[in-house]
């Protein structure tokens, strides 16, 4: 497998020239966040993920998980890993100062996270849902279980999980029957999950599940779901950590990908009831649970970018070693990056990466102004941005892993099939991003009905808008990069014709928003990213015009101008699909399959 090597250059360049670091910087809370910081944090990561956690990557693929005596074995160099990590204090860089965080941006976070995604997705798994907990407790737990759980999470010490799914209920969480009854100041969990990322290991010290509920007198359906702490081990008043919970780990999935990640079946109180603590209030625990989903969300369109950036970096490095045929322009036998075809597939896996990784750092700075704005209309006006845009990141950048790991194989020939060189790993490991956190389908339904359908357009109304100044701006651009603005606002007109159409006809067909969904989905990321692309373009363009001549700037116009003639014109295509309603889609009866 090739080395991974962190790609901080657009990285820095995105997180300074979309995300906008200055200004995130100048906001209450983030006084720290100077631009050489940023830098340092970058650099420490990049070392980091490509000598510890990118090593184990691969090995941990076929070493996966197993249990032996009731507890999980994780692969060799695992548990020294994390701990280095801990040591590092990797965990709370994103967390706020009040809870013993480094207090970052949370834009700088996902930077740094799509580093350890990429150098090892698996692994990275844990500190992702110790993350996601940390935001939930905080938000929702009485300050008695923060202060004796956070500070334990935070240095990374006891981890976090997630646990919605049981077999008879995985999106539709209003089938869930994990029990849970009061008893004291606490309750009693009883009952069986399924698919719990990381649900038992021993590289922390104790694991912190956050699980969902029933009482017994609640109401049916997903108004009556609590959510509770739960942990592997109580802790004790002093913050110590206490006895054994009734808990346990049944087994682990073997499965298509992410192999060194322990998926597992996790069972609840088979003896005197796990002892739970409720996080928020009774029967309102899907909605705690959701400050912890957007956020693992927008994480999980991180991993697809990050994997993308990997398969990317494997494809380019084979690219520049095999040789077959004779390139045009070459008297020998040369290297396969030679042909075009083949240079098509590197610029589509690379416009994809950096697309996609403008479209994320773009969704966490929004997630940045949300929180740290100082008047509350401006932190308003972000949070509608945020919950827009949320299942855009995650659907169009886990789908277009797909295409971009994908390509990843194909570029590698033969080689890419046999497991030797990576690139079927990550095809493997990309394949989850679709499914898990809410697969592409559901984000789809999130977008059409809670984000378009409920704010009447609102939201996506003003992001149309401010796109349709840009393309203004971008029509008044000189040389090469005036040549983007008539498909940039072929593609934005597209898109508003979409929304318009979907908002009138959506009363008079309730199939429609499932039915064409993931294709305006697709379609909206296409022309939210070639707006980004199209700004790093511009602020290229600007270091140039300054006198710059460092070749990344140029190649930033080149890769923006692929994006806008190679990927972009896929929204006609959407346009139209969307457009086809939903008749065809339900024509044929159920039973006819
Ligand atoms: C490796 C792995 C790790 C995971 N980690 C965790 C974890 O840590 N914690 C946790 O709680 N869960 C976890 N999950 C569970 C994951 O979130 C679910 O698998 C996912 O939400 C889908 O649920 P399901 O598998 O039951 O599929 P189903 O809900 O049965 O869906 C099957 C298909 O039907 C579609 N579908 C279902 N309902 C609708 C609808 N209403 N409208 C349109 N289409 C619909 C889906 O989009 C999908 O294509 C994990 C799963 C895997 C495989």
Redesign the pocket.
């Known amino acids: 497998m090739t080395d991974y090597h962190a790609p901080t250059r657009d990285m820095q360049f995105v997180i300074d020239e979309i995300a906008g670091l200055d200004s995130l910087a100048s906001l209450p809370g983030f006084e720290e966040a100077t631009p050489d910081l940023v830098e340092a944090v970058l650099e420490q990561a990049g070392v980091f993920a490509s000598e510890v956690f990118s090593p184990l990557n691969q090995a941990g693929d076929h070493h996966g998980t197993h249990i032996e005596n009731g507890a999980v074995v994780s692969p060799p160099g695992y548990a020294e890993a994390y701990r280095q990590f801990v040591d590092n204090g990797w965990q709370g860089i994103g967390k706020s100062t009040a809870i013993d965080g480094q207090g970052l941006p949370f834009l700088v976070h996902s930077a740094v996270a799509e580093m350890w995604y990429s150098a090892n997705m698996a692994f990275a798994l844990c500190p992702l849902?110790t993350s996601g907990a940390i935001e939930a407790i905080e938000t929702h737990a009485p300050k008695n279980l923060q202060d004796l759980y956070l500070p334990h999470m935070i240095s990374g010490e006891w981890s976090g999980?997630?646990?919605?799914?049981e077999p008879q209920?995985?999106?539709?969480l209003a089938a869930i029957k994990t029990r849970a009854e009061r008893d004291g100041d606490h309750y009693r969990i009883r009952g069986q999950?399924?698919?719990?990322?990381?649900?038992e290991h021993e590289m922390s010290d104790n694991i912190v599940h956050l699980v969902l509920a029933r009482l017994p007198d609640a109401p049916a359906g997903v108004k009556g779901i609590s959510l509770f702490l739960v942990p592997k081990f109580l802790a004790n008043a002093d913050g110590s950590r206490g006895a054994r919970n009734d808990l346990k780990v049944v087994s682990v999935?073997t499965?298509m990908g992410?192999h060194s990640?322990p998926?597992c079946v996790m069972s609840y109180g088979d003896g005197d009831g796990a002892i739970g603590f409720l996080l928020g209030e009774e029967n309102n625990g899907l909605a705690c649970m959701f400050t912890m989903m957007n956020n693992a969300r927008l994480e999980v369109g991180m991993q697809g970018v990050a994997i993308s950036e990997r398969a990317y970096q494997g494809a380019v490095a084979f690219a520049k070693e095999r040789v077959q045929g004779i390139a045009r322009g070459h008297s020998e036998r040369s290297t396969i990056i030679h042909h075009p075809d083949v240079r098509r597939m590197l610029m589509q896996m690379r416009a994809i990466t950096e697309a996609g990784r403008a479209l994320a750092y773009y969704a966490s700075a929004q997630t940045d102004r949300a929180h740290h704005s100082p008047s509350a209309t401006q932190r308003e006006t972000h949070q509608r941005r945020v919950d827009l845009i949320i299942p855009i990141v995650k659907g169009w950048c886990t789908e277009m892993a797909q295409e971009a790991t994908y390509l990843g194989v194909q570029i590698h020939g033969g080689m890419g099939f046999v497991e030797e060189t990576g690139a079927a790993q990550h095809m493997r490991d990309a394949r989850?991003l679709t499914?898990?956190?809410?697969?592409?389908?559901?984000q789809a339904?999130d977008l059409m009905g809670r984000k378009m359908l409920r704010d009447k357009g609102r939201a996506m109304g003003n992001l149309i808008a401010e796109m349709k100044e840009f393309a203004q701006e971008l029509a008044a651009a000189g040389g090469d990069i005036a040549t983007l603005a008539p498909r940039f606002a072929g593609a934005l007109a597209a898109l508003e014709d979409a929304t318009g159409w979907y908002l009138a006809q959506a009363a008079e067909d309730p199939d429609l928003g499932?039915a064409v969904g993931v294709d305006f989905m697709m379609l909206a990321g296409n022309v939210v990213c070639a707006w980004l692309m199209g700004r790093a373009a511009l602020a290229a363009q600007r270091y140039i015009d300054a006198g710059s001549n460092d070749r990344f700037y140029r190649h930033k116009i080149d890769t923006a101008r692929f994006f806008v003639e190679r990927i972009l014109p896929r929204s006609e295509a959407q346009l139209l699909m969307v457009k086809a309603g939903s008749a065809s889609v339900m024509a044929i009866d159920a039973d006819v399959f």
Do not use: H, Q, R
């Open positions: 849902l999980t997630m646990n919605l799914t209920a995985g999106t539709d999950k399924i698919y719990i990322t990381w649900g999935e499965k992410i990640s998926t989850i499914i898990y956190e809410g697969t592409t389908g559901i339904l499932s």
